[in-house]
């Protein structure tokens, strides 16, 4: 890594733990997390998917050179996993997801938590 590069990754670095420290203050829920670079790329990066915008896009926003790599990085969330168990139900018949849902409550749980 270049010494510029260095020096810009840890000048955010710092910027941005000053002011999730300054945040913290008044929402608790950030006193517990590690918040980083790394963090507003993923964070964008999701907005952006669930915004429809193609993953092609978004792995050239990221820099990434192969399309694996931004599969592994660019993870759908639990509102883009239950449209896509709404679209997978046969015309004309409405699916209740409710007693799967039921069932797997500790799955769904921790997937919110996350």
Known sequence: MHAVNRWAVFGIRHILQTRVSKAARTCS???ERR???HTLRHTTAMYLLQ???DLGVIK???G???LSTT???VEIDLAMKRRALAACRAPGHPVDLKPLLDRHRDVIQWLESI
């Open 51 to 53: 915004a429809g915008v």
């Open 71 to 73: 599969h592994g990085y």
């Open 60 to 62: 050239t926003w990221l």
């Open 29 to 31: 829920s950030l006193r």
């Open 35 to 37: 918040i980083g670079p």
């Open 64 to 66: 990434h050179v192969n």
